[in-house]
């Protein structure tokens, strides 16, 4: 954005940001928005503390400023929602909503569509994507530069589904309400606060707090 030459230069607003990630990403997410509260709002997306590796403890209390949009699987193995989304939600003080996806895996919000672990995996060569593992590790351990890092198969890192709805995709909805979201509180589009306060009809859980109405 401020690089002479970049095709960026100038154009990005930087004072306007937003964070998404998944699974453990997801619970990147949640510390993204306690460490930077000028956040327009984040995306947590079937989140993971990290528990489970041992690592510093979570926080036992999450954003009371920046928004925190969670979309979870009701049939999650790996973050299951009463042991991760839920406690978060509820650790959560600043506006909030919570979509669980009736059905849902731990891959579910991997496109507007929806997705699952078959869909993710569909492609991939658990071989290559288990040398890259490997080799980034390794490099890891060397304290080797980024840039550096040998990935032998950079094709293998799944993708997910294609992420394009189709007309009888009823998970189109996932989509839809981060959309909303974005719309919101990155936008400030005030428009979008109505599409946030009906539960898509894939919703086994819908819950929102400070939604209901503008602030004055």
């Known amino acids: 954005n401020i690089r002479a ?51 510093e403890a979570f926080p036992t209390e999450l954003s009371a400023v920046v928004p925190v949009l969670i979309i979870c699987g009701a049939k999650d193995r790996r973050a299951a929602v009463q042991t991760q989304a839920r406690p978060q939600y509820l650790h959560t003080s600043a506006t909030k909503l919570i979509f669980e996806v009736e059905d849902g895996d731990h891959f579910v919000a991997n496109g507007p569509s929806g997705g699952t672990k078959i869909e993710f995996e569909k492609g991939t060569s658990k071989f290559k994507a288990a040398c890259n593992l490997g080799c980034a590790s390794l490099c890891m351990c060397l304290r080797c530069p980024r840039q550096r890092w040998c990935i032998p198969y950079p094709k293998a890192i799944p993708n997910g589904p294609s992420g394009h709805a189709k007309d009888y995709a009823q998970r189109g909805a996932i989509g839809g309400v981060a959309l909303a979201w974005l719309q ?16 898509p009809d894939i919703g086994s859980g819908f819950e929102s707090n400070g939604l209901a109405t503008a602030p004055a």
């Open 5 to 55: 030459g970049s095709v960026l230069q100038g154009r990005l607003d930087v004072s306007c940001r937003a964070v998404q990630g998944w699974s453990l990403g997801g619970g990147g997410a949640q510390l993204a928005a306690l460490k930077d509260q000028t956040l327009k709002c984040i995306i947590a997306l079937c989140p993971d503390d990290g528990d489970f590796f041992h690592q």
């Open 184 to 199: 919101l509180f990155l936008l400030g589009d005030e428009g979008a606060r109505s599409k946030l306060a009906v539960r």
